[in-house]
């Protein structure tokens, strides 16, 4: 099948992947422009630009396909349908209607749960059990369109960048799955029920507030993990959180009252002595308080413009005594 791709970051790579490797001809790639990265601020390709290339696919990054020159460039590629995969520009009515079958996306979300940018990380944030990817024929409106095919996976406690790989796997399977018997998918309509919208990720919302519930500060962390890290901030530096267990206050014994505590290790017979206002460390093991009588204890962390570690690492040569506060 004569295909023209449209996509951006790494999650839209496995699908341009697996339509060259089912024999489909991608006539063209559609890529947001180099952006500067890096410590040199040099111009970077996007993840499919270097891939499409890699395989001899022509790439086009126009700014906007708003303009009739770069609409008609479009059309004139012939292509019988057109594959969206985290693209990043909205698409108008005249590229949506210039392929014969249309234009088909790899979302990220079980829609209409997640509609927009953000569906992984507002997924995890909202403590859903679940998640997927929909194959769905794009129309006007915001991840409107009606659905092809859905897969499910479960979130457990995976991180944004885990199930965002795990998802791009799932999706470029759905897409060739789909292309292979079109006629064989038939396009199911959104529920009206249920919709949500994923916006765009704030740099402010990776902050953490322990006044919040362990629980929802673990989600936090999982959510931003890789990027762009939770984080709190200590003596004026910032730390960004990757990975982190919940640790629960001691529970009630079977007779009633709680479990005694084991004299001189600040430990119960369940695990640590939970005391202190939130946001402070309750041990030497950074242990934290949070809201609710609960504590997040950090797994592995970043220092500013220093590679991830585990904490007991970082602890060795950086001591945050009981006591402290950390926010």
């Known amino acids: 099948m004569k295909i023209v791709f449209l996509g951006t970051p790494q999650f839209a790579v496995p699908t341009l992947e697996a339509l060259i490797a089912a024999g489909h001809e991608v006539v063209a790639a559609y890529t947001q422009p180099p952006r500067p990265a890096g410590r040199g601020k040099q111009l970077q390709p996007s993840a499919v630009q270097r891939r499409a290339e890699a395989n001899g696919i022509a790439v086009r990054y126009p700014a906007s396909l708003k303009g009739a020159d770069e609409q008609a460039q479009f059309a ?23 392929p014969r079958l249309g234009c088909l996306n790899v979302h990220g979300s079980l829609l209409p749960r997640w509609r927009g940018a953000a569906p992984v990380q507002r997924a995890i944030l909202a403590g859903d059990a679940e998640t997927g990817v929909t194959i769905m024929q794009m129309e006007a409106g915001l991840d409107t369109g009606p659905m092809l095919a859905e897969v499910r996976t479960p979130i457990d406690r995976k991180t944004a ?9 799932l999706g470029a399977k759905a897409m060739v799955d ?36 362990a629980e929802q500060i673990e989600r936090q962390i999982r959510a931003f993990s890789p990027a762009p890290g939770a984080f709190f901030e200590l003596a004026g530096e910032r730390f960004r959180v990757l990975a982190a267990e919940i640790i629960d206050p001691p529970g009630p014994r079977a007779g009633g009252g709680l479990m005694p505590e084991t004299a001189n290790s600040g430990l119960s017979a369940r695990g640590p002595r939970l005391r202190g206002d939130a946001g ?7 242990t934290i308080a949070c809201g609710g009588g609960g504590a997040i204890r ?13 904490v007991a690492s970082l602890l060795h040569g950086y001591a945050i005594p009981s006591g402290t506060r950390v926010g």
């Open 76 to 98: 004139a590629l012939g292509a019988n349908v057109a594959v969206v995969a985290a693209y990043g520009l909205i698409l108008p009515r005249a590229i949506l209607e210039a």
């Open 161 to 169: 960048g885990e199930l965002t790989d795990e998802i791009a796997a």
């Open 178 to 213: 789909v292309l292979a018997d079109l006629a064989g998918h038939s396009a199911i309509a959104q529920p009206d029920e249920g919709v949500n919208y994923a916006s765009k990720i704030d740099k402010a919302e990776a902050r953490l507030d322990f006044t919040a519930p």
């Open 280 to 286: 402070v460390t309750l041990d030497n093991a950074l």
């Open 298 to 310: 950090p797994l592995t962390i970043q220092r500013a413009g220093r590679p991830a570690m585990d």
